[in-house]
């Protein structure tokens, strides 16, 4: 399914649909600060933030680059930085 600009879907199907290229900031993990809390997993609106040989990553194919993950991070092993076009 194509979706528009501005679309409304149904919850729970972030999976589903990718972000797209519009994106103005992406998070990065600072793996070796990373104490694995796994909070920025649990609080992700779109499930971007996987578990991967025990570190944490964000699959950009998803991310919206909201920073709640950053934001949440108890440590702050999380920077949100613009996006390279």
């Known amino acids: 399914m194509?979706?528009?600009i501005?679309?409304?879907v149904a919850g729970g199907t972030s999976l589903a649909y990718k972000t797209g290229p519009w994106r103005e900031q992406r998070p990065v993990i600072d793996k070796d600060a990373c104490k694995q809390c796994g909070i920025c997993q649990e609080v992700c609106p779109d499930d971007a933030v996987?578990?991967?040989?025990n570190k944490y990553t964000i699959n950009f194919d998803y991310c919206k680059g909201c920073g709640i993950c950053a934001?949440?991070?108890?440590?702050?092993?999380?920077?949100?930085?613009t996006e390279e076009k």
């Open 50 to 53: 996987c578990l991967i040989e």
């Open 6 to 8: 501005g679309a409304v």
């Open 71 to 81: 934001y949440e991070c108890p440590v702050k092993a999380i920077a949100i930085v």
């Open 2 to 4: 194509k979706l528009t």
